[in-house]
């Protein structure tokens, strides 16, 4: 790719840095807020099933994570992808770090 800017680790870091503690806060809310949310519909999804599967916070950032590898994986190799999946990386590793359990909502 003659004459393309090579995004380096430092780059993708600090893009992911802006992103989780930038702009998307007001666009989206904060990661953990928007985590517990999707955790909460994904139970709630998946308590149609026949399975008893109980996602957290944590585990919708490893999903959305393992989301973006599936898109590398799949030849979508985009500066976003690796700039997203630092983010969730991250995102997941501060929860984990609070240990923050969501609340399961159920709505019926």
């Not at 979508?76 to 240990?99: H, R, S, T």
Request: charged share 25%; net charge negative; hydrophobic share 40%.
């Amino acid at each position: 790719m003659e004459g393309a800017y090579l995004m380096t680790r430092k780059d993708i870091l600090d893009a992911a840095l802006k992103c989780v503690n930038g702009d998307r806060d007001q666009q989206y809310g904060n990661p953990e807020d928007s985590f517990r949310m999707i955790a909460n519909f994904w139970n709630i999804y998946l308590e149609t099933g026949p399975t008893n599967i109980y996602i957290s916070s944590k585990d919708v950032a490893a999903m959305l994570a393992l989301l973006k590898i599936a898109r590398i994986a799949g030849g979508q190799a985009k500066d976003d992808n690796w700039i997203d999946l630092a983010g969730y990386a991250a995102c997941g590793g501060e929860i984990d770090a609070v240990n923050e359990e969501p609340k399961t909502i159920r709505i019926n």
